[in-house]
C-alpha cells in the first residue's frame, strides 16, 4: 500500500486547510485510515480516524469540532478538513493505514498502522 498525502501549507489561526491523502496498491475500501501528527520535539500522535466503510470516525478530544476526516472510495481518497486552526495544530501530518481488511478504528489504533505516508507540513501561525 502506498500513501501520498498533500495539501498542507503556511496559513493563520482560524483559517482552514484541506489534507488529502491518495492510495495505490491493496483494497482502499476494505482499509480503516486515519491521520496522525507530530509537532516538534513530540510524540506522533493519533488524529482522526475513520472506518473502512465510512460509518464510523473517531477524534482526538483537541480536534473534535474542528476537524473532519471522510472518504471517497470511489477515488482510493481520504480527507481530513481542518478549520478553525490554532498554532498548537503545527505539524507534519501523515496518513497512515494497517492494511487489514474490515477492522475497527480502535483496533487498527491498538495494533497500529503499518503504511505511511510521507507527511505533510502544516504551520498555523498566531
Known amino acids: 500500500v502506498q500513501l501520498q498525502a498533500s495539501g498542507g501549507g503556511l496559513v493563520q489561526a482560524g483559517d482552514s486547510l484541506r489534507l488529502s491523502c491518495a492510495a495505490s496498491g491493496g483494497t482502499f475500501g476494505a482499509y480503516t485510515m486515519a491521520w496522525y501528527r507530530q509537532a516538534p520535539g513530540k510524540e506522533r500522535e493519533f488524529v482522526a480516524g475513520i472506518r473502512w466503510n465510512g460509518f464510523s470516525t473517531d477524534y482526538k478530544d483537541s480536534v473534535k469540532g474542528r476537524f473532519t476526516i471522510s472518504r471517497d472510495n470511489a477515488k482510493n481518497t481520504v480527507y481530513l478538513q481542518m478549520n478553525s486552526l490554532k498554532p498548537e495544530d503545527t505539524a507534519v501530518y501523515y496518513c497512515?493505514?494497517?492494511?487489514?481488511?474490515?477492522?475497527?478504528?480502535?483496533?487498527?489504533?491498538?495494533?497500529?498502522?503499518?503504511?505511511w505516508g510521507q507527511g505533510t507540513q502544516v504551520t498555523v501561525s498566531s
Open positions: 497512515a493505514t494497517d492494511g487489514r481488511t474490515f477492522k475497527t478504528i480502535q483496533d487498527m489504533r491498538a495494533r497500529g498502522p503499518n503504511y
